[in-house]
């Protein structure tokens, strides 16, 4: 009888403490969700955390509130996906402008793992590199760690220096549309016909249910010949290689690190240490009174982020084949390596 008391009392003991466990962390999460709203209500929105990280010497230091900093602008995936697109890359780089970063960032290393993704948001990327570069009068190192092809490339080229891994591959200098499919013989088998109205010559070009005229496709062909001739003009203008080498001998090939570097892709091969002593001596930075961070998306804007399936009352299951493009990426003109 004294036993079943005993246990029970103890069972007793650590509801309670989990009890009042659940509701400390219940109290610190709103607490935290009611401060990022009113955050946003006063128009102050801030979605990352300050991470610091290790030196070449491979160390972390807590330095004064003036000490330079290296700021690591992070590329990694298809762009123009959620993760990454002109909006966060924004963002990240408004509030590296801000609050604690404010004129201590010395540098940028763009540390870059990209396939590529969408033309607007490749171009846009690059060119708010480029625009913060000149603002706060800072060079910028970009690290290849694994792919940096197409419109990760792209973004690359806004970098004053390229680095890679001697692992990595590099290229892939080229623009796909979208695929454009033809079903016209299919109905024709299944007995199906189709009548589509518009107003406007060409206006439903390429319609999968009408056989296609001659030379259909070309507004089509001119977009994309006026991306890649952008594309082009970018390499050719910030890396000094051959307009007709680059066209005509190494097209939308990849390559890997070591004939990158032959060709002029890339300056360098090496590690992030290695890119992080380049910026450094850019900056005639020769000691290790400086801090290397990173911006880090933090979780409470991503709890809160609208496209999140917790504030539209649902469970979305989703299933993809193999190699399926991004939603947000489908329909789009791509820098990306196939």
Known sequence: MQESIWRAGVRALVKGVCLFAGFGVGMVILAEMVGAIADQDKGISSYYDLEVMPNVKGERKELAKTAPVLLVANVEGLIGTERLNMQTFHQMLVEAREGVLNKRVKGVLLRINSMGGTVTDSDAIYRMVGAFKEQMGVPVVAYVEGVCASGGYYVACAADRIVASDTAIVGSIGVVSPPFMNVTKLMEKVGVESETFSKGKGKDS????????????????????????????????????????????WGAKVFPAPQALEMGLIDAMGSFADAQKALLAELAIDDDYYQVVQLQRNWISQLLQTQSTLWQGKVQHEWKWPNQLDSKLENQFLYLMP
Not at 217 to 233: E, M, P, R, T
């Open 206 to 249: 390429l319609n999968p249910f009408r056989p296609w005229g001659p030379d259909e496709g070309k507004n089509f062909d001119d977009i994309l010949a006026f991306h890649y001739d952008n594309f082009v003009s970018i390499v050719t203008d910030k890396r000094k290689v051959e307009r007709e080498k680059l066209v005509d001998d």
